[in-house]
């Protein structure tokens, strides 16, 4: 029985991998937006062990966010679930921070989590094929001279999960750190005309955050039932550009590995 953290698990995928992790007799802490998401969230799912609250919009919020994960002690497993999309948007949004919010959500967000807190056993961050359509590249992440693209944002933000997830089983060898695609899932964020299910797309979160199988215990990987699959001569520096971006924008760098050796 593993204690394991989904973000973004109020609905949808997060909600499902929450709910059948606690099924499987794993000790869930649940995370939502708001307070008021927090009491939906609770009330769906009553046998978590948990819940946190906070906006990840917010470097400040994530950080407090951070700080409260210590009262669980270590995860086994942190999924990183949470994300947005903003794909018909006319125009860029751009948080309290001054930076583009799917950024924001999708990527400095977790990384801020994983640099603050001890480093599980596992980390599953949620990508898409939709990153084949990605930039590789970190300028002009606000979108200040680039023309606003909703479609371009967030298939970014989903290639740099991917460098994100690799970069992070390379600085630390003792977590398996993955990332992986869940298709085109009925949710709010996918749509009524999506052909997979929240709890199948949820089945392979669950499978890399507890299950012992080779493919689950495997690190730096990119698993997905579509055909398209990365480069690494492509993701691998832009992992490691993405972290000095990362750590100058939020003020933490991820630690070395010393601090992943109890993994």
Known sequence: MGSILVTGSVDGIGQRTAAQLVARGHRVVLHARNEE???????????????????????????ALARSLAAF???????HNAGIARLDAPERELTRDGLESTFQVNVLAPYLLTALSPPPGRLVFVSSAMAAD?????????YDTRPWHGVEAYSRTKLLDLA????????????????VDPGWVRTRMGGDAAPTSPDDAARELVRLAVDVDPGALASGRYVSARDWRPERSRI????????????????????????????
Do not use: M
């Open 37 to 63: 998401r927090a009491v939906v969230a609770k009330a769906a799912l009553p046998a978590a062990s948990g819940i946190v609250v906070g906006d990840l919009r917010s470097i400040e919020e994530t950080t």
């Open 134 to 142: 990605g930039l590789a590249d970190l300028t002009d992440l606000r």
């Open 236 to 263: 691998d520096p832009l992992g490691d550009e993405l972290l000095l971006r990362c750590a100058q924008l939020t003020g933490v760098e991820l630690p070395g590995p010393g601090r992943a050796g109890g993994a």
């Open 73 to 79: 002690g270590r995860f086994d497993a942190v999924v």
């Open 164 to 179: 994100l997830a690799f970069a992070v089983a390379r600085r630390w060898p003792g977590v398996l750190s993955n990332a």
